[in-house]
């Protein structure tokens, strides 16, 4: 048998690598050995483990959107928790998952200040966001792992889901966000943000907000 080491493996961007059969102290092997600096996201089924380097427009995507998301929240005045690609993990359901970016809202407060996170005892996030320009979004690790909104960017639209019977169902208004047509906004922001920069696109957003409150 062949044994490779990680520093031998080069994954290009928008390319993944499949890894079969690997038992979950492996997995944390590996994570541990990757590191958190890194660019590359993992995600880890059952032994299935998946490295994947994202593109530059993937990573501007995610950051523009999480940036909107970012703002409609404080312009609400709700606290949240933004955790981006950080690495959740369930050892008994053998899953783990870095989204492109993620939000503690409804259960910031059970999760403030901690600096490591279980998920066999501490909450899921409330929010994920996954940019499919490489088709990586991995819905039923999420639903296992019982994170409640799921957000997908494909292509120039948003799809939200929610999580209802352990199934993620594509729903028209986000229900952290009800009464806002995000799906229809977010992209229009981020098309600006493409055009004219991302100052005057978060500021344009953020007097869309200010006047749907103020009405």
């Known amino acids: ?51 994947m380097a994202p593109l530059p427009e993937h990573e501007s995507d995610k950051e523009i959107i999480g940036d909107l998301l970012k703002a409609l929240l404080e312009e609400l005045d709700i606290e949240f928790r933004s955790l981006g690609s950080t690495t959740f993990k369930n ?66 639209t948003i799809r939200i889901y929610q999580l209802q019977n352990g199934q993620y169902v594509e729903v028209d208004n986000s229900p952290t966000f009800p009464g806002w047509s995000l799906q229809t906004e977010i992209p229009l922001y981020v098309a600006q943000s493409q055009v004219e920069g991302r100052n005057r696109a978060m500021r344009s957003f953020r007097l869309w907000v200010r006047s749907k409150i103020e009405n």
């Not at 990680?6 to 890894?19: A, F």
Request: glycine share 6%; charged share 25%; hydrophobic share 40%.
């Open 1 to 51: 048998m062949v044994t490779l080491q990680l520093r031998q493996l080069d994954v290009p961007p928008g390319q993944r690598l499949l890894l079969h059969d690997v038992s979950w102290d492996e997995f944390e092997a590996i994570l541990a050995e990757l590191g958190d600096q890194r660019g590359s996201r993992i995600a880890y089924n059952n032994g299935l483990l998946e490295i």
């Open 91 to 156: 050892a008994t359901m053998l899953k783990g998952i870095e989204p492109d970016q993620c939000f503690y809202i409804q259960n910031e407060a059970a999760v403030r200040g901690q600096n490591r996170l279980d998920l066999t005892i501490d909450p899921p996030p409330d929010l994920a966001l996954e940019v499919d320009v490489t088709s990586r979004t991995h819905p039923d690790t999420y639903a296992a792992l019982g994170v409640p909104e799921l957000w997908r960017r494909e292509g120039q």
